[in-house]
């Protein structure tokens, strides 16, 4: 994860693994650790979503100052991290050529993984290769949850993308060990150094030149296109506009008001609407925008009435929601949906 991006947006699948770990190692209730956190709820269904880099370093953190007195939890968080995990980076990678090229892939994209720590990598003439990793501006529990986390998180991604394999030389790691790290230890076939001046992944002579076993050089031009687009997106997210919509997007009830999406955006609210108008904008159309967006969703599933989709994006009548969707589409909203089951969803 790069704190420079942190408009990324990530499966949520990092949430639901400390969610779990919350409720059945720690014993505690989600609704009230995001509570007592003071951090966005988040509603977890079948159906997985996505988050914010930003929204995510903040569960991180306060997963973290909750499980302080267990940090073992740590290190077992990471190995759930598997590959699949990771959306379209972690299939990039997993269909890479060889193991050196996945691991530039995933340095590439550092903006699109769920760690705190930044790795580089570098290669050697005789196929070694390694990841460094870097970090700052964390306190020490975060440092030291990040990189416990990541001790189990990279050795399962290595894992899953070789097959099994860990071609592993030696791992550094600039923390002092896990206080069950004797018994964590079954887990690598290599040395681990702990208190290391510089974090470190070392891999074996030759090993950058390893096959993958589901290499496919189709669904890696693929699924790379796919990470480079969502790169691209976070970027332009860095606008004032950018993160407005991100939020408006991922607003689970009421849309916000001027001077509340002001607050989450860390601006007064004549300061937000300045810099929407020098960005082309205004608060109100976007939020008409993401009403329109959100309708547009809703009314693609047959089962849920106008009557709650009027009250979903904000609207008290039915009757009020009718007349704005069909000022936003030229269509009525039945119309709507009936062309969209027509074409199999696909209605714009």
Known sequence: MDSNALYATLPDLSARIMRNALISTAKVD????????????VRFDEQARELLAQEEMLLQKAFADCTATSRNIWFDVGLRYRAIKYGELGLAMMTARTLGEALQIACRCQSLTYSLINYRYVAAPNGACALIGSCDKLGEQLHDFTHYRDLGAIRTLIADIMGGELPLERVTVTTPPPPDWASLRRHFSCPVEFGADQTSWVFRPAAANLPLPLADSD?????????????????????????????L?????????????????ALSERTLHRRLAEEGTRFSAMVDEARYARARELLRDGRISIERIAVAVGFAEPSSFSRAFKRWSGMGALEYRRQSQDKGG???
Request: glycine letters at 4%; one cysteine or more.
């Open 346 to 348: 696909r209605a714009t």
């Open 249 to 265: 997007n991922r607003s689970d009830s009421e849309f916000p008001t001027a001077g509340e999406a002001a607050r989450m955006l």
């Open 219 to 247: 669904l890696l031009t693929l699924y790379s296109t796919r990470c480079d687009i969502m790169l691209r997106r976070a970027q332009d997210d860095s606008t004032i506009k950018g993160r407005l919509a991100a939020r």
């Open 30 to 41: 989600w609704e009230e650790f995001c509570r007592s956190s003071h951090v966005r709820p």
